[in-house]
């Protein structure tokens, strides 16, 4: 499965990066693929362990900032692995020909 998150701090005003580097970092720490963007932050596993590390993120944020809002869109499709990789290389394929 992939999942796409994205942990915002509630109350912390305008600059949040340092909050969400706290996330980000408990993904990249978790081992599981994973590719952060301006949006969102994907990850790929199997649902406990990437819901765990989703939790844990989470918790990362909600210790600095006290409330949290998440946003989250899973992908679950059994026997799919390396999805982060191929399912982008698929779709410039199909742009590059055209």
């Not at 912390?12 to 706290?22: H, K, L, P, W």
């Not at 599981?32 to 939790?55: H, Q």
């Amino acid at each position: 499965m992939i999942v796409a998150f994205s942990v915002t701090p509630v109350g912390s005003g305008e600059d949040v990066g340092e909050d969400v580097a706290e996330a980000v970092r408990v993904v990249r720490e978790s081992g599981l693929p994973n590719r952060t963007d301006a949006m969102f932050t994907s990850i790929e596993g199997e649902w406990d362990e990437v819901m765990d590390v989703v939790k844990r993120a989470v918790q990362a944020v909600e210790a600095r900032a006290g409330r949290v809002s998440l946003v989250l869109k899973a992908d679950i499709r059994e026997g799919i692995t390396n999805g982060l990789t191929t399912k982008v290389e698929t779709v410039e394929r199909l742009l590059a020909e055209g």
